[in-house]
Each structure stands twice: as C-alpha cells, then as structure tokens.
C-alpha cells in the first residue's frame, strides 16, 4: 500500500508541483563523483562504480531505518515520496518537449530511463532499488564509470522495457506490438532502445506505413504508466483480500 501511495504522490507532484523538477539534476552527484576520484583515480573502473554509490545507498538506508518508524511510518512514507521524486526525470513527464524539437523516437527511448525503469524497481525492490538505478545512469555520464555504469544500466532496464512493451501492447494496436515484442522478447540488453522505440511505434500505428505523432506518443505513453499502476492497484488490494 505504501508503494502506491508513494507512486500516486509523484505522479501527482509531477503534474502539478513542477517547481521542485530542479531537485532532480545531477549535479550535485558529478560533483561527490568528481571529489572521489582525486583518491580513486588509480583503481579499477568498477571499483569506482562501487565507491561513488555505495556511501549514498548505505547513507539513505541508515537514515530511513533511523528515521522512518516515526509518526506511524508517516516519515519514512514522506522519505520514500521526496527520495523517489529526485530518482523520477530530471524531465517532467507532463512536459518532456520543452524546446519543441522532441522527436516521437527521442520520446519514446527515453521513457524508459527516465521513469518507468526507476518506477518498475521502485515497484519490485524498494527505494533503494530506485536509488541505484538513478546513481548508475547518472554514472553513465562520467567518463570513468560510463562503460561499467552503461553495462549494468543495460541489465537493469532489460525487464522494465519488456514490461513497458507489453503495457503499451495492452493500451495499443495489440496484433503488430505483439507480432515485434514476441520475436524480440529475449534479445539481449543491447536491443533495449530498439524494442522500446518500435514496440511503441507499432503499438500507435494503425498500418505500417502509418505515420505517428508526438502527441500519440505521450496518450500512448500515459495509458501505458497508468494501466502499471491499476496493476499495482489490483495486486495491493489482492494482498488486503
């Protein structure tokens, strides 16, 4: 119940309270990497992955264990809200085409980075899960840790994007989403984007050559991430019964 609790008030903090998206850059995060590597500039590259997450998740836990029993669990309830807003983007999902430039393909690659993956492990393991998920893709982007973080990123999303297929099959044009999804299920991370960008595609399509908006997308999209939480919905209530 907490778990869609928590999901619910992001999303709601997300449509409406979009002056906190600054919250969500990763800056402070290059700057703690960039600090480390004065003392681990001569180990191994997945040593520096382990260094660079390690002290934050270790960190998060003590403080939720410390501090979450408290009110009733009211404040490991809020913890876990404010922890899994700042995993969530750092793009607004309600207004992922700022510029006007966002390209149906770019849209759809970058769902699944930037919400669904942290929500699915979020969903599944906890916070911390969520956690880790955000710390490795923000690692991506060091040039020390990118090969080891972009390898690992690439197992982590190998799940929540065929998850994400299969949701966008359900709300979509089921006969050519199904047809790809089920020829591509079990390829490797290294078809992730691939899988995420046509399943969607062809989910929207109605034909083929069909062409597909950016605006189909985003319905497309938020059917999606909204049939994943009346899943999570059912399987709460199922747990109560």
Known sequence: MIKLLVLLACFGAEKYI??????????????????LSRYTANLPAWSGYLINGLPIL???????????????GGV??????????ICLGPVNFFQADTTGKLTTEDYLSMVNRQWFAV????????????????????MTQDNRTHAWANEIQGYLDWI??????????LVGNFDQAFSFLSSHL????????????????RAIRLDASGKVTLAQAQQLVLHAFS??????????????L
Not at 58 to 72: A, N
Not at 119 to 138: K, P, Q, S, V
């Open 18 to 35: 979009t002056s906190l998206d600054h919250l969500r850059q990763s800056e402070w995060f290059i700057s703690w990497t960039r600090y």
């Open 58 to 72: 270790f960190g998060v836990w003590f403080l939720l264990m410390l501090f979450g029993p408290w009110l009733f």
């Open 76 to 85: 490991g309830l809020v913890m876990q809200a404010v922890l899994l807003f």
């Open 119 to 138: 929500m699915f492990w979020y969903a599944t393991f906890g916070i911390l899960a969520a956690l880790l998920y955000r710390l490795t893709d923000w």
């Open 160 to 169: 929540p994007v065929r998850l994400l297929g299969v949701c966008y099959l």
């Open 186 to 201: 079990f390829s490797g991370p290294e078809k992730n984007q691939f899988l995420l960008i046509e399943s969607g595609l």
């Open 227 to 240: 049939l994943f939480l009346i899943v999570i919905a059912v399987l709460v209530l199922a747990v109560w």
